[in-house]
């Protein structure tokens, strides 16, 4: 996918088949850290509305988790690091033909992140791209691989969000959407539980190291680095790997 900003050309990954595994993971790693803390005040506003709702419901542990995780979306406000934007990023291939490695570390992003700013990469061309591309990865994700996941669930938080956000918006045109508003809160309280992003039992570092053991496993099963394939082929090998440990097991129990 090749877009142009100011006379610049940026070309990035936006499929399975040709993304490598790792900036797959790494991708899905910023959209989660994103989804769950947010680097913005809109997020922060969403963070202190479900505090709210947890303290009214006297949910101690869920209310003391919110805090944490608004706190950290604060940090990342005042310090301008949006994990949106690093997600975008780690989608960047090249930059006026300038390409960049499929294992990016946290400097490769900020350097890719200062070129796209240098360039007047607007955040909300930016935004138009990123959903384009969240769109097309989720449908692929869901027809080649179903049981990685219902985004159901999410889908439902999200458009709960968005509905409420509207609602908001007539109230501030001089509508009464105050019971709407109510009704659609429960709704995202009963949808809504917080989750720890930070720590060594966190979020974050259980994706990463869940993935490392995968890599590795897979990797063994395969005889090559499984770090090199495509986002595809890399969880085709590990469906692979799945069907012949479960009938390896069939075998074992009829013996």
């Known amino acids: 996918m090749k877009q142009k900003i100011n006379g610049n050309y940026v070309e990035l ?21 994103d989804a769950g803390i947010g680097s913005d005040m809109d997020s922060i506003v969403n963070h202190f509305a479900n505090l709210q709702r947890f303290i009214l ?7 003391l988790k ?7 979306n604060m940090i990342f406000a005042v310090n301008m690091n949006s994990m949106e934007f690093m997600a975008f990023a780690s989608l960047v291939k090249s930059i006026n033909g300038k390409k960049y490695p499929n294992k990016l570390s946290e400097d490769d992003i ?20 990123l959903t384009e591309v969240k769109k097309k ?40 959407t105050t019971e709407d508003i109510y009704v659609v809160e429960e ?21 990463v190291k869940n993935f490392n053991e995968t890599l590795i496993s897979l990797s063994k099963y395969l005889g090559i680095d499984a770090s090199n394939l495509t986002a595809l082929e890399f969880y085709q090998g590990l469906e692979l790997a799945k069907k012949e440990a479960k009938e390896h097991k069939k075998i074992m129990a009829k013996r």
Do not use: C
């Open 137 to 176: 990865l989720k449908t692929e994700q869901e027809l080649f691989f179903p049981s990685m996941g219902n985004p159901l669930t999410s889908l439902e938080y999200f458009s709960l969000l968005k509905k409420r956000a509207l609602l908001m918006l007539d109230k501030i045109d001089g509508e009464d």
């Open 13 to 33: 990954y936006d499929s399975m088949e040709s993304m490598n595994i790792m900036r797959y993971i790494l991708y899905n790693r910023y959209v989660m850290i």
């Open 187 to 207: 709704q995202l309280y009963g949808t809504y539980t917080p989750k720890t992003y930070g720590g060594k039992d966190g979020e974050e570092v259980k994706y």
């Open 110 to 129: 900020h350097e890719i992140m200062e070129d796209l700013k240098s360039r007047d990469l607007t955040i909300g061309k930016m935004k138009e791209w």
């Open 66 to 72: 919110e805090m944490v995780n608004m706190r950290q």
């Open 57 to 63: 419901k006297e949910d101690k542990e869920n209310a």
